[in-house]
Nanobody, 129 residues
């Protein structure tokens, strides 16, 4: 059974930091890239970051809204992807989801949600002003 389980969300003040984790199981992790998306109340879900990694190299992607503040990384031995979020702003408040996509399909468009095969249940991040 394929599972993506997010954790690490919570309530933080403006300027604070959180680290989200996405633990994957049930598929060949090395064949997939992992993306993070978020959905704020009343807004469409949007892409945040994505990583396609191997033992040799990792390719990362960031939405303009989080560049310089968020950092994505992967521990392939643990089948886990992390999203380090720094300098958080109230507009970062959202439910954060991780999702898996076959590495070869990332070139179709990393923010195209329909190319992602599996999704986690999400973790809430709330940034207070």
């Amino acid at each position: 059974e394929v599972q993506l389980v997010e954790s690490g969300g919570g309530l933080v003040q403006t300027g604070g930091s959180l680290r989200l984790s996405c633990a994957a199981s049930g598929f060949t992790f090395d064949d997939y890239a992992i993306g993070w998306f978020r959905q704020a109340p009343g807004k469409a879900r949007e892409g945040v970051s994505c990583i396609s990694s191997s033992e040799i190299i990792a390719t990362t992607y960031y939405a303009d809204a989080v560049k310089g503040r968020f950092a994505i990384s992967s521990d392939n031995a643990k089948n886990t992807v992390y999203l380090e979020m720094n300098s958080l702003k109230p507009e970062d408040t959202a439910v954060y989801y991780c999702a898996s996509v076959q590495k070869r399909r990332v070139r179709l468009g990393v923010w195209l949600q329909h190319i992602y095969d599996y999704w986690g249940q999400g973790t809430q991040v709330t940034v207070s002003s």
